[in-house]
């Protein structure tokens, strides 16, 4: 169920003109990914002419153990090695993720 940080946030979201705020209060709602409300706000995003709205967006939708350990990979340093187990996992994960960024591209 929404509570009322969640509906204020989707709130400012539906109202804002600006495309860094809306995509912030995108990702203030990441954590409520799984509220209809959210996934539905976010999958309207992913149609937003800014690319970096689409993107958090995106991101909103992917909130998943995956990319929360890829997000931790990354925060280490630029890349991770080649024969690592989480460039294995970047690599499936990007895979997986084609259709999220022919979004991103257009």
């Not at 929404?2 to 946030?9: F, I, N, P, S, V």
Request: charged letters at 20%.
């Amino acid at each position: 169920a929404q509570t009322g940080a969640e509906r204020d946030l989707l709130d400012l979201f539906a109202t804002e003109d600006i495309p860094m705020w809306r995509a912030t209060y995108l990702q203030l709602l990441r954590p409520h990914a799984a509220l209809p409300e959210v996934s539905q706000a976010a999958r309207a995003a992913l149609s937003h002419p800014e690319p970096h709205v689409r993107s958090t967006a995106l991101q909103l939708l992917a909130a998943d153990p995956p990319a929360v350990r890829l997000d931790a990979a990354f925060a280490l340093g630029p890349a991770p090695p080649a024969d690592s187990p989480v460039n294995a996992e970047l690599e499936n994960y990007l895979a997986s993720a084609s259709e999220g960024m022919v979004v991103l591209r257009n």
